[in-house]
């Protein structure tokens, strides 16, 4: 069984500064983990995967993510926010044993909002 | 390139009515999946498919039917629609079972039963 926990379901950040969304995660398998991005009304878009390679991860529009398995944590980051960057966030978990047809399993969304 | 296409993208149906979801992918991707978004929930899988012909339940199932009669097409099919189904559906296909396959995601299709 996986899970997939994100510890703030909204973060609200000021144009140009840091953001940091928490992700929590539990598998019985070695984990891919994702993240996705969700702006208003459009569908989902991949920001980054972690598939057991290098554990500091880079992503598209300058966001990073850090695989701690000591912690079971895939926190997402970005050093600089961009008005842009609002819009809902997912970190995912893939089940990698090639049961089921290695679906995925969502946490429930971080709603950031970006003030100017 | 289409990607994953999903119709309708908008639909309102009454209690008991039944509709048909299409999901079509032209990237010849083995895997299929039809997801539901509510709020505070992310999404969950409602059925999923490896390969023509075969399909599987998800997390979710009951009240969906499904089928992949062709490799390109994902159809889920709600046959009594009911309010509890009022969300944001999505498809999803990936190439294979290696998991650094990316999945690629439909545009979804809003859909209210009232």
């Known amino acids: 069984a996986q899970s997939v926990t994100q510890l703030d379901s909204h973060v609200s950040v000021s144009e140009g500064t840091p953001v940091l969304l928490r992700c929590n995660y539990s598998?019985?398998?070695?984990?891919?983990l994702f993240w996705y991005v969700q702006h208003p009304n459009k569908g989902l878009q991949l920001l980054l995967k972690y598939t057991s390679a290098a554990t500091l991860v880079k992503g598209i529009n300058g966001f990073e993510a850090e695989f701690k398995k000591s912690e079971t944590s895939f926190h997402l980051t970005k050093p600089s926010a961009h008005m842009s960057d609002a819009a809902e966030y997912f970190c995912v978990v893939s089940d990698t044993s090639g049961a089921a047809g290695n679906k995925l399993t969502f946490g429930g969304g971080t709603r950031v909002l970006v003030k100017p | 390139n289409a990607g994953v296409t999903q119709t309708p993208k908008f639909r309102v149906l009454k209690t008991g009515q039944s509709m048909t979801l299409l999901c079509a992918q032209d990237m010849n991707h083995e895997y299929m999946y039809w997801y539901r978004q509510d709020p505070g929930m992310g999404l969950r899988l409602i059925h999923y498919?490896?390969?023509?012909?075969?399909?599987a339940k998800g997390e979710v199932p009951d009240g969906y039917n499904v089928s992949r009669l062709k490799k390109q097409n994902f159809l889920l099919g709600l046959e009594s629609a009911a309010p509890s189904q009022t969300s944001v559906y999505f498809c999803a296909s990936r190439q294979g079972t290696t998991h650094n396959y990316g999945y690629t995601f439909g545009s979804g299709t809003r859909l209210t039963v009232v």
């Open positions: 498919s490896v390969g023509e012909g075969t399909t």
């Open positions: 598998s019985s398998y070695s984990p891919s």
